[in-house]
């Protein structure tokens, strides 16, 4: 078994976050996205990860290493973005000869038990019901729930269960075939190569899709459900931080997730706040947010904001969403 993630995307709709942070490391209840991803498969025994990076991808790869130096690992570049299918497709040295896969987007958070998926005796999908399915790729069932169409965005959807983004295949070969066959022959969906079509190429080949209906899916591509996921998962026991240091006239309401190293003075602190390390605040409130790693606030309220790494903010009240190493000044100059 050998785990595919692509995390090459830019993450535009977090823009100006990810302008020089890149989505899969943004932390959500005091770790990065991607780290979810890892410690889960890595819980139910997967031990080779290709990773798929492109966009701020030393950025990816020197966490990756560092965080997880035993992880038996390979790094392929996407040197041009034309979508799912095509950076998977890209990777195909590294995973072709693999008895089967699992593919993990990197920008995704699911409840799950991934053990059920591990054990499943085929291929199959992780998918949840959705309100608006033309927001995501489909899938409609035939005889025996098993899978006969897949449709990336449809105008009218013929079915509620969106692909959630994991994926366990057993037919290795057929995928590979299948993503070559539509890059080669320039089978496009919106000018882009999806992997929904490369599916729909297997099905039409005789493979069997079966799905697997995920607890909660967190797709962390935009503020709202970044914030709403640190908020969820702080909630659970396990993700909060306990045993903090005292800090000096601080009020911390819990849970929150406070990283080491921080200077907090004079504030109040929750609930749902995660803060990455280093941080220093000084006589600010803030509720309902995530804080980077280096960030400095000073005088300032904030809530449903995240801030980036290396971040100065002061004498401000506000609700952001800023990039790393940027400073904002909103106080009053002296006279």
């Known amino acids: 078994m050998k785990a595919i993630i692509p995390v090459a995307g830019a993450g535009t709709r977090l823009r100006p976050l990810t302008y020089t942070q890149p989505k899969p490391l943004i932390p959500v209840a005091g770790k990065p996205i991607i780290s979810f991803i890892i410690d889960q498969l890595m819980e139910v025994g997967v031990r080779e990860f290709v990773f798929i990076i492109g966009y701020l991808g030393e950025k990816i790869k020197d966490y990756v290493e560092q965080t997880y130096p035993n992880l038996k690992k390979e790094f392929v570049t996407q040197e041009e973005r034309f979508g799912s299918a095509h950076a998977i497709w890209t990777?195909?040295?590294?995973?072709?000869?693999?008895?089967?896969?699992?593919?993990?987007?990197?920008?995704?958070?699911?409840?799950?038990?991934?053990?059920?998926?591990?054990?499943?005796?085929?291929?199959?999908?992780?998918?949840?019901k959705v309100t608006d399915p033309r927001e995501f790729g489909v899938v409609e069932y035939g005889e025996d729930n098993v899978?006969?169409?897949?449709?990336?965005?449809?105008?009218?959807?013929?079915?509620?269960?969106?692909?959630?983004?994991?994926?366990?295949?057993?037919?290795?070969?057929?995928?590979?075939?299948?993503?070559?066959?539509?890059?080669?022959?320039?089978?496009?969906?919106?000018?882009?190569?999806?992997?929904?079509?490369?599916?729909?190429?297997?099905?039409?080949?005789?493979?069997?899709?079966?799905?697997?209906?995920?607890?909660?899916?967190?797709?962390?591509?935009?503020?709202?459900?970044?914030?709403?996921?640190?908020?969820?998962?702080?909630?659970?026991?396990?993700?909060a931080s306990a045993d903090l240091p005292e800090f000096d006239s601080a009020i911390i309401i819990h849970p929150v997730s406070i990283g080491a190293d921080c200077q907090i003075v004079n504030s109040i602190i929750g609930p749902h706040v995660t803060i990455g390390n280093n941080a220093k605040i000084n006589n600010a409130i803030v509720k309902d947010s995530i804080i980077g790693n280096y960030a400095s606030l000073r005088e300032v309220i904030l809530h449903h904001s995240v801030v980036g790494n290396d971040t100065a903010i002061t004498g401000m009240k506000h609700s952001l969403n800023i990039g790393d190493n940027t400073e904002i000044d909103f106080s009053f100059p002296e006279k």
């Open 91 to 128: 990777a195909r040295a590294a995973w072709k000869n693999a008895d089967e896969v699992i593919i993990f987007f990197g920008d995704i958070i699911v409840d799950v038990d991934f053990q059920k998926v591990m054990d499943f005796p085929g291929s199959c999908l992780g998918v949840k």
């Open 147 to 239: 899978v006969n169409r897949v449709v990336e965005k449809p105008k009218i959807p013929k079915s509620d269960m969106a692909m959630v983004g994991f994926y366990k295949i057993k037919e290795v070969s057929v995928l590979c075939e299948a993503l070559d066959f539509n890059i080669k022959n320039q089978i496009r969906t919106e000018e882009e190569y999806p992997l929904t079509d490369a599916l729909m190429r297997m099905i039409e080949k005789g493979v069997q899709l079966r799905t697997i209906t995920v607890d909660n899916w967190f797709n962390c591509g935009k503020r709202e459900v970044l914030l709403q996921t640190n908020a969820i998962l702080l909630d659970r026991e396990g993700y």
